[in-house]
């Protein structure tokens, strides 16, 4: 019996947790948030993106991007996310198989780890960790020519269930669905693909943390930015409604990650003020929707030129200057924030009133890029800071760095105990440094005095110090 009671318990403790874990992101909607995005299939776009989505006052929008199992190498989707890192992009990132000429493969539960492994190997741009699972899966052409919702839910399931397990951070969104399908040979009704979805796996949304919409203005992606309701650029109100009525009472914060008019030589200007009345007058009007990643910013040849914001000739088409000069809020995702002091070096000997230079070498182990706009070293022990001054930095993460700071010392002549904290976003990197300085009077005329030799040898020193870091900094990371 006791060993029942343990089991049931073990099975409790272990539900928990990972409920527990499964809540532990941040919702995006809690700090300021900037949903302009667009989606992009190549590296190579971020810039265009960048100039796009933090145009006008904003800053940190999205792209959505592709990666298929072959693509999953870790030193260029590293790079990739230090590129989004500095141009501000927060990443949306869709899994896919293989294409085999005619249909994408159907997904298989024993890839999973690999990919878990995958993307835990990677520093994430942001706290967030924004994974969609799977694109139109009521296609059958997207689940290996042929359609099957429980396949789908166990998949997602299993999928959410180790990520989430492996960090807390992951944010699950489900493939977005095409909401114009009919049913058919090739593709089913979304409304009886959810349904089937949720008789086989009841719980289903208790694996997802967000709605992955693909509010297309349908029929033939033409219809009016006024519409609403089902296969509208609003249809994710109609998901979020059916959802709904399965029981389901959590908020879902939305994510529009396809959308878009076709674009002919005879309405390329009505699509640019479609685009701006959905950005302005819909989709940003809503306070639940977190990005709208239109489809797509590049594609120069068949089936999607008709889609893209950019031109064969590499100029853009209307929409994108149309979009990129509308206002935009600066968002402020989080980041972790995190780094060790490896060592610090002090002079402690120093005449009175005067300056001296100290060194940190510190690693950043976090997400945010260091400098000195949001860096500083702090005096604990003081009321009045001593430290006045920083040397211009810039730390990426996962990269070691020289931080130079410049110390006051006392007007008057003793022993002074210091308390040297380095901070970022005034979060404390590391422990705090803790030791004495003396500040002595020296006279002028002599030049032998014991001080001056001292300040004299290791201000030597440190200056080897900093050329010797500055040429050798990549040994460090």
Same mark, same amino acid.
């Not at 869709?94 to 190997?121: C, H, L, Q, Y």
């Given at each position: 019996?006791?060993?029942?009671?343990?089991?049931?318990?073990? #099975?409790?403790?272990?539900?928990?947790?990972?409920?527990?874990?499964?809540?532990?992101?941040?919702?995006?909607?809690?700090?300021?948030?900037?949903?302009?995005?667009?989606?992009?299939?190549?590296? !190579?776009?971020?810039?265009?993106?960048?100039?796009?989505?933090?145009?006008?006052?904003?800053?940190?929008?999205?792209?959505?991007?592709?990666?298929?199992?072959?693509?999953?190498?870790?030193?260029?989707?590293?790079?990739?996310?230090?590129?989004?890192?500095?141009?501000?992009?927060?990443?949306?990132?869709?899994?896919?198989?293989?294409?085999?000429?005619?249909?994408?493969?159907?997904?298989?539960?024993?890839?999973?780890?690999?990919?878990?492994?995958?993307?835990?190997?990677?520093?994430?741009? +942001?706290?967030?960790?924004?994974?969609?699972?799977?694109?139109?899966?009521?296609?059958?052409?997207?689940?290996?020519?042929?359609?099957?919702?429980?396949?789908?839910?166990?998949?997602?399931?299993?999928?959410?269930?180790?990520?989430?397990?492996?960090?807390?951070?992951?944010?699950?969104?489900?493939?977005?669905?095409?909401?114009?399908?009919?049913?058919?040979?090739?593709?089913?009704?979304?409304?009886?693909? +959810?349904?089937?979805?949720?008789? !086989?796996?009841?719980?289903?949304?208790?694996?997802?943390?967000?709605?992955?919409?693909?509010?297309?203005?349908?029929?033939?992606?033409?219809?009016?930015?006024?519409?609403?309701?089902?296969?509208?650029?609003?249809?994710?109100?109609?998901?979020?409604?059916?959802?709904?009525?399965?029981?389901?009472?959590?908020?879902?914060?939305?994510?529009?990650?396809?959308?878009?008019?076709?674009?002919?030589?005879?309405?390329?200007?009505?699509?640019?003020?479609?685009?701006?009345?959905?950005?302005?007058?819909?989709?940003?009007?809503?306070?639940?929707?977190?990005?709208?990643?239109?489809?797509?910013?590049?594609?120069?040849?068949?089936?999607?030129?008709?889609?893209?914001?950019?031109?064969?000739?590499?100029?853009?088409?209307?929409?994108?200057?149309?979009?990129?000069?509308?206002?935009?809020?600066?968002?402020?995702?989080?980041?972790?924030?995190?780094?060790?002091?490896?060592?610090?070096?002090?002079?402690?000997?120093?005449?009175?009133?005067?300056?001296?230079?100290?060194?940190?070498?510190?690693?950043?182990?976090?997400?945010?890029?260091?400098?000195?706009?949001?860096?500083?070293?702090?005096?604990?022990?003081?009321?009045?800071?001593?430290?006045?001054?920083?040397?211009?930095?810039?730390?990426?993460?996962?990269?070691?760095?020289?931080?130079?700071?410049?110390?006051?010392?006392?007007?008057?002549?003793?022993?002074?105990?210091?308390?040297?904290?380095?901070?970022?976003?005034?979060?404390?990197?590391?422990?705090?440094?803790?030791?004495?300085?003396? !500040?002595?009077?020296?006279? #002028?005329?002599?030049?032998?005095?014991?001080?001056?030799?001292?300040?004299?040898?290791?201000?030597?020193?440190?200056?080897?110090?900093?050329?010797?870091?500055?040429?050798?900094?990549?040994?460090?990371?």
């Amino acid at each position: 019996m006791k060993k029942i009671i343990c089991s049931l318990f073990l #099975v409790f403790l272990s539900f928990f947790v990972i409920f527990k874990d499964s809540l532990a992101f941040n919702d995006p909607l809690s700090t300021p948030n900037n949903i302009y995005g667009i989606g992009i299939i190549n590296y !190579s776009d971020l810039k265009d993106a960048s100039y796009l989505v933090n145009s006008t006052g904003g800053d940190w929008g999205y792209v959505t991007i592709v990666i298929t199992k072959e693509q999953r190498d870790k030193n260029i989707w590293q790079d990739f996310f230090d590129e989004a890192r500095k141009l501000h992009i927060i990443p949306i990132v869709r899994v896919a198989t293989k294409f085999d000429g005619k249909n994408w493969e159907t997904p298989n539960i024993k890839d999973i780890d690999s990919w878990v492994n995958f993307f835990n190997s990677l520093n994430w741009v +942001i706290e967030n960790r924004y994974i969609v699972i799977g694109n139109e899966s009521n296609h059958s052409k997207e689940w290996g020519g042929k359609i099957n919702p429980e396949e789908y839910a166990l998949y997602l399931k299993t999928f959410s269930e180790r990520l989430k397990n492996s960090n807390k951070d992951y944010f699950i969104l489900p493939a977005g669905l095409d909401q114009a399908a009919t049913n058919s040979i090739i593709t089913m009704d979304e409304k009886i693909y +959810i349904q089937r979805m949720v008789k !086989s796996i009841p719980n289903i949304f208790d694996y997802i943390d967000g709605l992955n919409s693909h509010s297309y203005p349908n029929p033939n992606f033409l219809g009016a930015e006024t519409a609403i309701g089902r296969k509208s650029i609003r249809g994710y109100e109609w998901e979020l409604s059916l959802i709904k009525s399965f029981g389901v009472t959590k908020k879902l914060p939305v994510f529009i990650t396809e959308t878009g008019w076709v674009r002919t030589i005879k309405n390329e200007e009505i699509i640019t003020k479609k685009f701006k009345y959905a950005f302005t007058s819909v989709w940003s009007k809503d306070p639940q929707i977190v990005a709208v990643t239109p489809f797509i910013l590049n594609y120069g040849q068949d089936p999607f030129f008709e889609f893209s914001w950019k031109n064969i000739d590499g100029s853009f088409f209307n929409v994108y200057n149309e979009i990129k000069s509308i206002n935009k809020i600066a968002g402020l995702p989080i980041q972790k924030i995190e780094g060790e002091i490896i060592i610090n070096f002090l002079n402690p000997f120093g005449s009175p009133n005067t300056l001296r230079r100290g060194y940190f070498i510190a690693k950043n182990t976090g997400q945010n890029i260091w400098s000195n706009l949001n860096i500083k070293i702090i005096d604990e022990e003081k009321e009045e800071n001593s430290v006045i001054g920083i040397s211009k930095l810039y730390i990426e993460p996962n990269k070691s760095g020289l931080v130079v700071y410049t110390l006051k010392f006392p007007e008057k002549a003793g022993t002074y105990d210091l308390k040297l904290g380095l901070f970022v976003e005034n979060k404390r990197i590391g422990n705090i440094f803790e030791g004495s300085i003396i !500040s002595i009077e020296t006279p #002028v005329e002599k030049d032998n005095n014991l001080s001056d030799l001292i300040n004299v040898t290791i201000t030597k020193f440190y200056n080897f110090l900093s050329l010797t870091f500055s040429l050798g900094s990549k040994m460090l990371k």
